[in-house]
Each structure stands twice: as C-alpha cells, then as structure tokens.
C-alpha cells in the first residue's frame, strides 16, 4: 500500500507511478532530503513533539541510510514515488514503526522546497568556485597578452587596435557580474520553508528557525502558501545560468572565428580538439562549438520553469516536480562546460604576429587621424570627412593611411604635418586611449590590478 493510501479502495495503476514517480530524477536530492529530515527530527524531539530517544533512533537511522547514499548501495524504489517516500520507506525498513512519526508537522511540499534550496545552494557554491578558476586564467593571460596588439572589431569589421589583455578583461567583467549575481541569488535561495506544512502552517508547537539554523539558512520564509509554492530561486537561478552560458558562449564564437585559418588568431590545444572522419587536415574546436550549442539547453530550462510556473494556483500542484529536472539540466550544463571550458582557455596559444598584422589594413588608424586633425584645431565632424576621403583615396591607390606622403596629405588638409606619422603607428593608437577603462597599456594594467584585488577580496572573504 501506498504511504498515503488509506482512503484509496485500489491500487495505481502501474502507467500510473511510471508517470507521476519522479525518483528517476529526484534521487539527486537524496543527502539534502536526509540533512532536512534529520534537522526536522531534532526539532521535533526539542519541542518535545517526540521523545530525545525517539529523535536520536531516528537521527541514527537516516545517517546509515545516508551512508548506504554515499556508497551508491540503494535501490530506489519507483513504486515509493519520490525521493522523500523513498527514504521514508528506507527507514521505517530500518528503524520499523518508529520511522512512522519523522512526517509529524511536515509535508512533502515544504520538504521538497527545502531539498530544492539545499542542493541548489551547494551547486551554486560549486560554480562559484568554477569561476574563480576563471577568473584566475583570465587575469593569467591579460597579464600575458597585456603588450599584444589586435584588431578590435564593430560589426564583425576591423575598427580600432585594441589589447588582447583588454578584450580578455571584457570577460572579466561580464564574469564578474554572473559572480555577483550569484552570490545575490543565495541570498533568497538561502530561505527554510520547512514549517509550513502541506500549505497552511501546522499546529504542532515547531521552531521553524531553529532548522533553519540547524540547516545553515538565514531565514525563514515569512507565509506559508508562498513558502511552498515559490520556485523564484529556481528561475532565478536558471536566469543567472543562462546568462553565463550567453557568455561563455559569445567568448566559444570568437575562438571558434580566431581559430580559422581566415583570421588565424589563435591555436588550440590538440587535447581540446578534434578531428574529421574524412579530412586528414582537419582540426575543430569541438569545445567552443558544444558551449555555445548546449547554451540553447539552459535557455530551454528558463523558459521551461517560467513556463511551468506561470499559472498555477497557489500553493503546491504537481506541476512544480517538472522545476526539478530543468534545474539539474541547468546546473549540470553550467558546471560541465565551466569545467572544460576553462583548461581549453588556458591552453591557448595566441599568434601575435598574426594579429598585429591584422591591425594593418583596414584603416584601424582613420579615427586617429581625425582626432589629430581636431587637435590642430578643426571641428571632428569635418575632421572625420577628410580622414575619411584620405582612407578613400588610399584605397583606389592601394596604399595605408601610413604610407600616403605628406604632400598626398596636404592635398586633403594643409592642416597635417610630419608629426602625423608617429600618430597612426598602431602601438601609439593603443597608447592613446588611455580614458578610464580604454585600451592603453597604462589602463590595462590599472584594469588587471583591479581585477586582481577584487578576485583576491573574494578569497579573504
Ligand atoms: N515529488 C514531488 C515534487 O517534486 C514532491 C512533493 C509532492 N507533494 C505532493 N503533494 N504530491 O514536487
């Protein structure tokens, strides 16, 4: 018989528990559901709900379940339905009747919240670590790269010479942000449900605040209803997910374009490569090009529980065990493509030579020779159309803006002189932008000590 089924005259049928059973999945939160009930059962025996002893054959069952967990030694049961019925049954097994009263003023809809926040809070703490590898290669190959010039591009075209060390630090900071956001989201993650019972509270006389110390949460939720139909962390979480991947997906597109012969920029390591079936030359970015694809999972996930959410009454409907499988999905995808990603970046090799060639044709240097003619003392609108005829004059010419004499310059502005040509060397062109947060080699490095300081204050923290 079902733990529930006392006034039920027949079984489920068995198409039934295959379809509502959700322990195929749910099994994931197996420690989580034990560390709940084990701070739920000292709780009860404090508040003298049950006995010290009762509590203490209780506390002492699920600890040799969850040793029986840890060892991979437990068969889940489909027809027990879910993870909680599971270890409910598990220790009626071992303990016998006694195990029958660890379910007083508890149901499965705060407990499941509260496995939910629990794993939820280890995972996110587990990708918090994941990018602080990141953090740590980023600023590795700022400082690498701080000297090594490349084109900056508008529209995918050429635009103006940049660091590789500044376009790494654009990282950074995008990385930076999805770090923070994180630690905000724990913040509301970090909330104990338990208590609040199917959906109305209990009238037993419970502390909620003291397991949700006892569980390591700051706080309790406030109402009941919300306390088990609030599944915000999760779409909270999966929102911060996704915009991860959103990044770390931009940043697999720009390795997979530099890697090409066409642009050249780059080289990967073998151990993060792949070869054709067919092509004996080939070498492809395989783990650029699953980031950026498994991107869409994440972002199928978020839709799925805003989806799911949208709505439904309040409080508990079974909708809610479909937020489960999309917030694994979600996690596992975040972490997984953090894992790989981070040893592929590290192992890049960067062809400078290449990209500083680059940064000669194209005209990278027009804007410079605008804002040069400002400085002699025109307005930079007109100064921006005669740089501009010059760069058309260089093209039907076949020439850079570098190379033109002065007398060809002095045919579009009397205005330039010889000083021009120190201004359009590219080194010169990065070193001038040296406003807050440009490229300038002084900015830069200001930038990587910044971003040091600021990784170093998480690792005091
Ligand atoms: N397996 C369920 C879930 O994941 C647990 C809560 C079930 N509660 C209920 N009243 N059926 O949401």
Partial sequence: MKAWGGRFEKETAAIMDDFHSSIHF?????????????????MLSDCKIISASEAEQIIAGLNKILIAVNNGEVNWDPAAEDIHMNIEKLLINEIGELGKKLHTARSRNDQVALDARLYLRKEINN????????????????????????????????????????????????????????QDCLKRVNVSPLGAGALAGTGFPIDRHQVAKSVG????????LDAVSDRDFVAEFIFDASLIMM????????????????????????????????????????????VRGKTGRVYGDLITILTVM???????????????????????????????????????????????????????NATDLADYLVNKGIPFREAHAVSGKLVRYCITTKKRLEELTLAEFKEHSALIEADVYPVLEMENVVRVRSSYGGTSFEQVDQQLELARQWVNSLNNN
């Fill in 26 to 42: 749910d099994y994931q939160l197996a420690k989580e559901d034990i560390e709940g009930s084990i701070a739920h059962a000292q």
């Fill in 127 to 182: 990708i918090l670590m994941k990018l602080k590898e990141l953090f740590d290669i980023l600023i590795e190959t700022a400082k690498r790269e701080s000297q090594t010039i490349m084109p900056g591009y508008t529209h995918l075209q050429r635009a103006q010479p940049i660091l590789l060390a500044h376009h790494f630090l654009a990282y950074f900071e995008m990385f930076k942000r999805d770090y923070e956001r994180l």
């Fill in 217 to 224: 949460m700051g706080s309790v939720a406030a109402n009941s």
């Fill in 247 to 290: 990044h770390l997906s931009r940043f697999c597109e720009e390795l997979v374009l530099w890697s090409s012969m066409e642009f050249g920029f780059v080289e990967m390591d073998d151990a993060f490569s792949t070869g054709s079936s067919i092509m004996p030359q080939k070498k492809n970015p395989d783990v650029a090009e699953l």
């Fill in 310 to 364: 949208k709505s439904l009454p309040l409080a508990y409907n079974k909708d809610m065990q479909e937020d489960k499988e999309a917030l694994f999905d979600a996690v596992k995808t975040v972490i997984g493509c953090l894992s790989i990603f981070n040893p592929m970046l590290q192992s890049l090799t960067f062809n400078r030579e290449r990209m500083l060639a680059a940064t000669k044709d194209g005209f990278l």
